[in-house]
């Protein structure tokens, strides 16, 4: 007999699932469960994230332990751990790795001056006026253009500095700028940092909100280098000093027109020593975390307690192997897979997609409120759909990156630096179709609207999501939803407006489209309400999460249907007391199981598109008519939903 994969030590017995499913699976792991002192937030994704943590931990110390004795990529790995982890050198320097910088900074002579040194800083990673990467050309997904949009800001999202709620962490933010500029032994350390914030809030009431940066049609403008420079007249300037060649910019997407201009605006009518002491902020900021104590401390006394409610960063290890992972992940992912994802779990993860692709080809086929042109549509872009499982079948090449187990800073700008160049080399050629956006260590999964593919990294493929040895029920309830929340990406609000070639098209009739968007917009109705247990008073932004809600939506309906394929009309086993149909839900509520901290949840309200997880798991399972009957729901039960009031998308 198969085992039923549900932890039963989690279950709440004293609620019922008809009144809380997410209570109800959760309870007893969310009574239990503390928060610990170096997170904002604690569930499954953090419970397989420290898994993966721990084995590339060993990966990376037996590389470290190596010492000179090591060669190739493995000196590197170990090289740039033990730079991170020599705490007595990197004491030692205190802010001696920024001082010539921060000199740098204030000899500026002119704006342009100081556009041009940002320019060769964005090298550097040290965040500027805007950001810029690679990515397929949404009017013609066959080739890759250079994208570039809206920053500057110190604080998670424009509506800090904008929504009156919110003006404590202005404040807050102030005495972080005006401490960092304290030790780096800046003058007047007070009023520079009054000036940042004033500058930034300049900055914020030019860039769009959230819920206009996830419209495709907005964000697609595609301008010539002479249209980019009318906008932004010094773009050229900073394009040089990054030392991006002309033939990598004469097309380029500008997501956020707006924003150039007001920049623009503001480094003609800001005095330069404003601009000078923002762009040292940045500096500071950017090296904050590979400094001494003081600096590490005081950034995350902000950015990790102030914002997010953590009481303590995280032990020198963990904050090592990051650095590691962000600069030669892919090296370090290549022995993690080897070690610990067997061959077996990409075949049976193969199967679950094809049920999948399956359950939404039959559901696409059948739905009523569909016209047959666009159904034709949409089915040609399912049959489309690559799926990426575990690992690349390419790695990374990370020979041009330079290690000195003594310069940890300059290893992480190394790093960077040959980060741009790998990206940059892809401007102007065929769609590298091998290439991954995250390593295999990575516990997440996602979609690529321009490449229409979804991609399971190897360390999600774990329990409570994917159990080899359990029932499929749970399967399906767990990865499987996940796998089915990513096809639905490809036709959610955003993804729905892209062909199965990835070009930004539409491929909808008028009607069919004005129907979608009649049922998105109850959904986003239905999450509009909602205030999480975390943080009362706050609400669920409908319009930011609708993407995301959408994905969870379909992905549980078709993960349904697809076990019910699986079923092939068989009748499944009562494993634990519990149905078929009551573990697929019951799995799905297991995967979203999480206690974060007050402002964690608030942060996350403002600037995630992901509905908080309890509102994941209830408010998504409330629409499937599929769920009420597993659990005979009534009027009677708090998970009723009347039957006019469900949507159903996909």
């Known amino acids: 007999m198969p085992i039923s994969g549900i932890d039963l030590s989690n279950i709440d017995h004293t609620v019922r699932p008809q009144d809380d499913l997410y209570q109800h699976v959760n309870g007893a792991w969310l009574k239990a469960t503390e928060i610990p002192d170096d997170r904002p937030l604690e569930g499954t994704f953090t419970a397989l994230r420290d898994g993966a943590e721990i084995a590339v931990r060993d990966i990376i110390e037996e590389a470290a332990g190596k ?13 740039l751990y033990n730079s991170f982890m020599d705490e007595a050198a990197v004491e030692d320097k205190g802010m001696e790795p920024i001082r010539e910088r921060l000199a740098e900074v204030f000899a500026t002579k002119s704006v342009g001056d100081l556009v041009s040194l940002a320019g060769r800083l964005f090298r550097a990673d040290v965040g500027g006026l805007f950001y810029i990467y690679p990515a397929p050309d949404a009017g013609n997904p066959d080739r890759i253009l250079l994208y570039t949009g809206q920053g500057g800001l110190g604080l998670p999202d424009e509506s800090y500095y904008r929504e009156e709620k919110f003006a404590p962490m202005v404040t807050a933010y102030g005495n972080h700028v005006r401490t960092m500029f304290t030790l780096a032994g800046l003058e007047d350390a007070e009023a520079a940092a009054g000036r940042v914030v004033a500058l930034e809030t300049g900055l914020a009431s030019h860039h769009w909100d959230n819920v206009t940066l996830r419209d495709p049609q907005k964000t697609y403008n595609l301008r010539t280098a002479d249209e980019a420079l009318s906008l932004f007249p010094l773009l050229g300037t900073w394009f040089e000093a990054a030392g991006i060649d002309e ?25 330069l020593g404003i601009w000078q002491e923002w762009l040292a902020m940045r500096v500071i900021s950017a090296a904050a975390p590979y400094l001494s104590s003081a600096f590490v401390d005081a950034n ?61 080809r039959r559901s696409i086929t059948g739905l009523e409120w569909m016209g047959e042109e666009t159904k034709a549509e949409a089915l040609r872009k399912l049959e489309s759909f690559r799926g990426k499982i575990g690992y690349p079948d390419k790695w990374i090449d990370y020979s041009a990156v330079e290690i000195d187990p003594a310069d940890l800073l300059g290893n992480v700008e190394r790093a960077h630096n040959a980060d741009v160049d790998r990206h940059l080399d892809e401007v ?20 690529h609207p321009m490449l229409n593919e979804i991609v399971f990294p190897a360390a999600i493929l774990q329990p409570p999501f994917f159990t080899a040895d359990a029932d499929d029920a749970v399967n399906y309830g767990g990865i499987g939803a996940v796998i089915g929340h990513e096809i639905g990406h490809g036709f959610d609000d955003q993804g729905s407006q892209f062909d199965g070639g990835g070009a930004l098209r539409n ?16 959904l986003v109705a239905q999450f509009d309400v909602l205030s999480p247990y975390a943080a009362p008073g706050h609400y669920v932004n409908g319009k930011l999460t609708l993407g995301e809600n959408i994905g969870d939506l379909g992905g549980l309906t078709i993960a349904y249907k697809a076990y019910l394929i699986s079923l092939d009309g068989k009748e499944p086993e009562v494993l634990d007391g519990l149905t078929g149909q009551q573990r697929f839900f019951a799995s799905w509520a297991a995967g979203w199981r999480q206690v974060i901290r007050t402002e964690e949840a608030i942060r996350r309200l403002a600037t995630d598109p992901h509905s908080p997880n309890e509102f994941r798991t209830n408010a998504i399972a409330k629409n499937l008519d599929a769920f009420h009957e597993a659990f005979g729901v009534t009027e009677q039960d708090g998970m009723w939903m009347p039957r006019e009031e469900r949507v159903s998308i996909w």
């Open 67 to 79: 010492g000179a004795a090591a060669s190739g990529i493995e000196r590197k790995v170990g090289d």
């Open 507 to 522: 491929w909808w009739t008028e009607e069919d489209r004005k129907a979608f968007e009649e049922l998105t917009a109850k």
């Open 428 to 447: 102007g050629k065929p769609v590298d179709l091998d290439k991954w956006l995250m390593t295999p260590q990575t516990v997440n999964a996602y979609y």
């Open 247 to 271: 033939d990598k910019r004469r097309e380029i997407v500008v997501s956020t027109p707006d924003f150039f201009s007001g920049a623009a605006g503001l480094l003609e009518s800001e005095p």
């Open 300 to 360: 995350f006394a902000f950015y990790g307690t102030t914002i997010s409610g953590t009481p303590r960063n995280k032990d020198r290890w963990k904050r090592g192997v990051g650095v590691v992972e962000a600069a030669l992940g892919e090296a370090v992912g290549q022995i993690y897979v080897s070690r610990h994802f067997p061959e077996s779990h990409k075949a049976r993860m193969k199967t679950l997609v094809d049920n999948l692709i399956e359950a939404y």
